[in-house]
């Protein structure tokens, strides 16, 4: 029976998070065909698709520390059920402000990650906890269903009827969920943590340099999933179901390969991945930020014209090993904060999924920022690349610094032993 519970919960939690993840992307379906149709700029569209990304950080630090002192189930209903009045007033939504407005309202579903990762750890055993919080993160594949059912709506009842249509599945899942979804155990569902300790854990080197990881590692892969439709369009001149095909399948198997990811943590441990994410995907970046190229090289007796550019088949071979390391990488994540903080999950989960969430509000605006001021698509990865080299440069000095504090607090208690001999 506490078998079956555990994956009753496991289920059910998944399909909950799916369900706030695919209205938390949900303007990467629906931006685009208004982009069109208000004429909007590159940076109007970046800002309008990190909007729901902003409120979904923000909040996931408070819900982190809510979460860890009150039932999540009942949180998790109650986050659901304030979200469905903004997605019933997308029907009305008729210019850019208010859409930018329901766009932060909608972000509290992007808080549901936190909830649910809480919930979760509280029915599975610690060597268990890296391959259920890695399947319960296979509900990043919620994406998927906005890139194809948004689309499908869009094209058949018009973009104001995507709102009232998640509406309604939302308030379908919330019902299930509050009446399926089992109770966690008693022992561990209310965790009260003093403000003070709250304070020490943002005072914590170690939490934020988790949550920098996770800025890349999660962040981007949000970023991408919300900026790859209009990429595929503009650079490739692919058509919307083109692209969202193409972009459905690197949420698809990023999402999926997590369940793995977690397995491979709670098998090898979760630092083992951290720095070969790091790797493959700046290797793979460098390759993304090259431009459209056409150069002439003077011959003997003539010039030679020649053309390099990145094609859509070898862009998106290139996409799908990132993908799959950034699946990879946020199971890891989780797996080590579970092993050095297991009472204050919520805690510190919020704080990192927070920073990591933060990233699908930056990166967005500074993709569209650095197509404009340099005039090419590819200066989005250019963009990317910088951010990981400038992430990886951060945490090796941050290492560095701890391992010397390290040595001389062993050095110290040595001389300490042998003063105190003599």
């Known amino acids: 029976m506490q078998e079956l519970e555990r994956n009753r919960a496991l289920v059910l939690a998944t399909l909950a998070f799916a369900a706030n993840f695919s209205v938390w992307t949900l303007y990467a379906a629906i931006v685009l065909p208004i982009a069109s149709m ?44 304030l979200c469905i009045p903004a997605l019933l007033l997308l029907y009305v939504a008729s210019n850019y402000n208010y859409l930018l407005m329901i766009g932060l309202w909608i972000g509290i579903s992007g808080c549901s990650f936190t909830i649910g990762i809480r919930y979760v750890c509280d029915f ?64 561990s569902e209310q965790i009260y943590q003093p403000p003070q300790r709250w304070q020490q ?21 949000l970023a991408l999933l919300l900026w790859l439709p209009y990429y595929y369009m503009q650079a490739y001149q692919l058509s919307l179901t083109q692209a969202m095909a193409f972009t459905l399948f690197f949420v698809a198997t990023s999402s999926v390969i997590r369940a793995l990811g977690g397995w491979f943590a709670d098998k090898y441990g979760g630092r083992s991945v951290n720095w070969s994410v790091f790797w493959v995907c700046l290797v793979c970046l460098f390759f993304l930020s090259y431009p459209p190229t056409t150069m002439a090289i003077h011959g003997v007796e003539q010039d030679v014209d020649l053309t390099i550019s ?111 001999d003599l």
């Not at 909007?51 to 408070?62: N, Q, S, Y």
């Not at 809510?66 to 189930?73: E, F, G, I, Q, T």
């Not at 059912?149 to 104001?160: D, H, M």
Request: glycine share 10%.
């Open 38 to 81: 208000w004429h909007l700029s590159v940076t109007e569209i970046g800002v309008l698709l990190a909007a729901p990304m902003l409120t979904g950080a923000i909040l996931r630090i408070p819900v982190g520390l809510l979460v860890d002192c009150m039932s999540a189930k009942l949180l998790f209903v109650l986050q659901m059920l």
């Open 201 to 221: 854990l943002l005072k914590n080197h170690h939490i934020w340099r988790l949550g920098l990881y996770y800025y890349f590692v999660f962040g981007s892969f």
């Open 310 to 420: 990145v094609n859509v088949w070898v862009f998106t071979a290139l996409l799908f090993i990132i993908g799959l390391a950034q699946g990879f990488g946020r199971a890891s994540v989780f797996k080590m904060i579970h092993e050095h903080y297991p009472q204050q999950m919520g805690a510190v989960g919020g704080i990192v999924a927070a920073v990591g969430a933060l990233g699908g509000f930056t990166l967005p605006i500074l993709f569209s920022y650095a197509v404009d001021f340099v005039g090419f698509y590819s200066a989005s990865f250019m963009m990317l690349y910088g951010v990981l080299a400038a992430c990886m440069m951060v945490m090796y000095f941050a290492l560095k610094a701890q391992r010397y504090q390290r040595r001389l607090k062993e050095a110290s208690s040595y001389n300490f032993l042998e003063d105190d």
């Open 124 to 187: 599975f055993p610690r060597k268990q906890q890296g391959t259920a919080m890695g399947v319960f993160g296979v509900g990043n594949s919620g994406a998927a269903i906005t890139l194809v059912f948004a689309p499908w709506l869009i094209e058949n009842y018009g973009w104001q009827w995507v709102g009232p249509a998640y509406a309604l599945g939302l308030a379908i899942i919330a019902v299930m969920f509050w009446l399926l979804a089992p109770r966690q155990p008693v022992l």
